[in-house]
Structures are given as structure tokens and as C-alpha cells.
């Protein structure tokens, strides 16, 4: 089983190993409305999740799974483990300058490497029309849409980046208390589900000991004409970080559901989910989360489709692959117009493409860099989505997702590869948002 690949190297030499199973010491658990958890369970071996979803730790998994099992007051259990190793790669050490006179006159931008972030070209130069979309519609009038990253974590410092990053104002650091009581500690700037304290409980130290979830936020938020670096396609978002993908290895279930959750009950519209793996544990928790944030914050969930140059309606890649109708899912675009060469799709499942191959963004430590992968295509059409959201602050997330799919430009041999059968374009999104009653 292969890890779906997050990005990809220029020397496409990603190390891909085989499953090395780790002892599951969490246990899912969902029980039917109304009832309780076992008395015999202690309060600090139970987290809530949502509804009557618990993560039960500090537990004998195997005994208490067989007990559950025969309580009636149990709909499943399941258990969470990193069932997958593989190593990220890094960004790709080079750059290309696209002509700016196709960037539509005048240029938008006052950002000094723009000309190196090819999505902003028209459709007719295979970009997804930023630039004659900020032409034509401006910036005034927005709203402010909040974005979460799950991902590796954030340069919340980087120079391009520090002005758009989300900060809980009901929170106050460094006081060991939570001042907003939404159950973590001093999270000013997100949490951190993969470093958990002695209750397991995530904490906050949201840095990207990566570059990837640098990079995505880059793509979609950057902060625009400030004479530094690039800029990101949305102009009106704070990116809400949450390091839930390891350097190393498959994000588990319980990590995702949690960021997941997180990210809805403090505000964010859009989550990024530039992330997947070819396997999933139980096939209950990831669905089951998604459609609570649908139903009762009515998020959107964008997430790519992996990078296996394979057909994923044949060989599914989670969270992709499943059918939750808050799921918008992203295939690769290359500067040339054609699907990127290691880009998954699908007919039925992957529904609109993205520029994904050598996307200049940001990088930890004030820099910048070009990584390939629908992981990078996935952040383009997150940007896109924003800029459509603050546009048209009450269009429900399905009628976004509509948006999005409706104004793509068509591209004759994507037809039978994605629901849309073409490539996402902000201008025609912004065009047709205006019909959406
Ligand atoms: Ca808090
Ligand atoms: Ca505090
Ligand atoms: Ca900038």
C-alpha cells in the first residue's frame, strides 16, 4: 500500500516504504444518541470529539474494543494508528519567470517575484485569471474568509505570511489557561495534534518543522501588494494553522478529525487538505466528522487527489475517495495546459483541476520556492474559493462548491478524467457567483 505522495521532487526521488504498523493505543468509539460511555472508564482516558464520537487513550485497546463490541450502546468502534511510513520531499530549488505581459494590463501587483506564480496568467496562458480577475472585480467590498491549513504546521513569521495568519483574539499566550474555553490551552494561532501533552491533549506550537504547509498557505494567502515576495490568490483571509501531518509517515484518523473540528468551531469556511493516504483504518470517523462540520458550520473540505498518475474512482485515496458532498476534490494542472503528469483523477471522483506543478511559494526562514504536486493544486483552488467567499459571504459551501465546478474552463481531454472536465478559473467563478441566488 502507497502512501499517496504529498508533493513531488524535481528528481522525483521520494522514498516510499512499506507498512510498518505502530500498536494502535487510541480507540474510536461512537454510541448511540442518548447513551453513556461505561462507568468503568476514567474521565482522563476519554476526549470528546463531537456528538457521541469519543477517542478513548491510556486504555487497553484490545480488551476494551471486545467489550465495546458487545454493548448495545455501540454503533462501531474503531482504531486509530499510523498504518504507513514515507518521507516528504523538499522544495524543488528552482524557479521560471512567466512573461508578465500576459499577466493583463495593468498588472494588479506590485509584489516583486509575482511573475514567477504562473496561476495568475489568463486561461488562455493556462492560469487560472487572478490578474484580470482583480482587474475587473477589485478588492473592496470583501469579507473576511478564515482558511485552516492542516498540514505540516506554518511559518507563522515569514515575511509574506506573518500579516494574514489567524490569531484567536479571545485567547491571551503564555497564561497556561484557556482564556476562550474552547478546550486547548494558550492557542493563539492554532493547535498541534501531533505533539500531545500528558493527558493527550494537543498543543499549540503550530511551527512547520516542514515546508509544505508554508508553501500551501503561500498559494492561497501571501499577502498582496507589500512590495515583498508574491502574492496569494485570496486577498482577504487568515490562514488558521494546524500541524497535523507528520514529516514522516501517514496522518492518522484521529489527528484529522480533531483539526477538523477545531478548525469549524473557531471559525474557518474553507479547510486545505493537501494530504491522503491509500488506505483508511475504520471508514467511519473521517466521514461521520466531515458531515458534522457540513451540517453544523457548513465548511467546505478541498482536498487533492493524490499523486499516483492514477485513476482514483479504481483505486480509492482517503480523504478523497469518500462521498461526503462538503468534499471538493483537486487533480494537477501543468504550466503547459495539460494534467500534470503524476496527477490522479476521476470521472466521479476528482472534480476540478488546478495549477499544481512548479507553484512558487513560500518557504520557512523569509524564502521562496517551487514544489509540484496536488498538494500545491489544492491551495490554488482553496485561494480561489476565498476570494469567491469574500466576494459572496452567504453562499452555503455547496453552492461554492457549484461555483467552482460551473465556471471551470473546459478542457477537451480532461472530459472523461474529472467531474468538471476542466480547469478552475477565478474570473468565471467571480462571473458566475453573481448568478447564485
Ligand atoms: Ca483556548
Ligand atoms: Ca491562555
Ligand atoms: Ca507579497
Redesign the pocket.
Known amino acids: 500500500m502507497k502512501k499517496m505522495l504529498l508533493t513531488l521532487c524535481a528528481l522525483f526521488t521520494l522514498n516510499v516504504t512499506f507498512a510498518q504498523e505502530q500498536a494502535s493505543h487510541e480507540l474510536i468509539v461512537k454510541l448511540k444518541p442518548g447513551k453513556t460511555l461505561p462507568s468503568y472508564l476514567h474521565e482522563k482516558n476519554v476526549q470528546t470529539l463531537f456528538d457521541n464520537v469519543y477517542v478513548l487513550r491510556g486504555v487497553d485497546v484490545d480488551s476494551l474494543e471486545m467489550k465495546l463490541k458487545n454493548d448495545s450502546a455501540v454503533i462501531y468502534t474503531e482504531r486509530n494508528h499510523r498504518s504507513e511510513r514515507s518521507v516528504l520531499p523538499k522544495p524543488q530549488g528552482f524557479s521560471k519567470d512567466y512573461s508578465p505581459n500576459n499577466f493583463g494590463t495593468p498588472s494588479q501587483f506590485n509584489d516583486p517575484k509575482i511573475n514567477k506564480v504562473w496561476s495568475f496568467l489568463d486561461a488562455s496562458d493556462n492560469g487560472v485569471s487572478v490578474n484580470s480577475a482583480y482587474h475587473q472585480f477589485g478588492t473592496s467590498n470583501t469579507n473576511e474568509v478564515i482558511v485552516a491549513v492542516v498540514d505540516t504546521g506554518v511559518d507563522i513569521d515569514h515575511e509574506d505570511l506573518k500579516e494574514v495568519i489567524w490569531t484567536n483574539n479571545k485567547?491571551?499566550?503564555?497564561?497556561?489557561?484557556?482564556?476562550d474555553g474552547n478546550g486547548y490551552?494558550?492557542d493563539?494561532h492554532g493547535i498541534n495534534t501531533l505533539v500531545r501533552d500528558a493527558q493527550g491533549k494537543a498543543t499549540v506550537d503550530v511551527t512547520d518543522t516542514h515546508s509544505h504547509g508554508t508553501h500551501v498557505s503561500g498559494t492561497i494567502a501571501a499577502k498582496q501588494n507589500n512590495n515583498i515576495g508574491i502574492a496569494g490568490i485570496a486577498s482577504h483571509v487568515k490562514i488558521m494553522p494546524i500541524r497535523t501531518v507528520p514529516n514522516e509517515g501517514d496522518e492518522t484518523d484521529v489527528d484529522v478529525a480533531e483539526a477538523f473540528i477545531y478548525a469549524a468551531k473557531n471559525g474557518a469556511k474553507i479547510i486545505n487538505c493537501s494530504f491522503g493516504k491509500s488506505s483508511n483504518e475504520g471508514k467511519h470517523l473521517i466521514p461521520d466528522t466531515l458531515k458534522f462540520i457540513a451540517e453544523k458550520y457548513g465548511v467546505l473540505v478541498i482536498a487533492a487527489a493524490g499523486n499516483d498518475s492514477s485513476d482514483i474512482d479504481r483505486h480509492p485515496t482517503y480523504p478523497a475517495s469518500f462521498d461526503n458532498d462538503n468534499l471538493l476534490i483537486i487533480a494537477s494542472t501543468s504550466s503547459s495546459g495539460g494534467m500534470s503528469y503524476f496527477s490522479n483523477y476521476g470521472k466521479v471522483g476528482v472534480d476540478v483541476a488546478a495549477p499544481g506543478s512548479d507553484v512558487y511559494s513560500t518557504v520557512p526562514g523569509n524564502k521562496y520556492d517551487n514544489m509540484s504536486g496536488t498538494s500545491m493544486a489544492t491551495p490554488t483552488t482553496v485561494g480561489v474559493a476565498a476570494e469567491i467567499l469574500s466576494h459572496h459571504p452567504n453562499l452555503s459551501y455547496l453552492q461554492l462548491k457549484d461555483v467552482i465546478i460551473n465556471s471551470v474552463t473546459k478542457i477537451a481531454k480532461f472530459k472523461n478524467k474529472l467531474v468538471s472536465g476542466g480547469r478552475i478559473d477565478l474570473l468565471a467563478g467571480l462571473e458566475f457567483a453573481k448568478t447564485v441566488k
Do not use: R, S, Y
Request: charged share 35%; aromatic share 0%.
Open positions: 485567547e491571551i499566550p503564555g497564561n497556561g489557561i484557556d482564556d490551552i494558550d493563539v
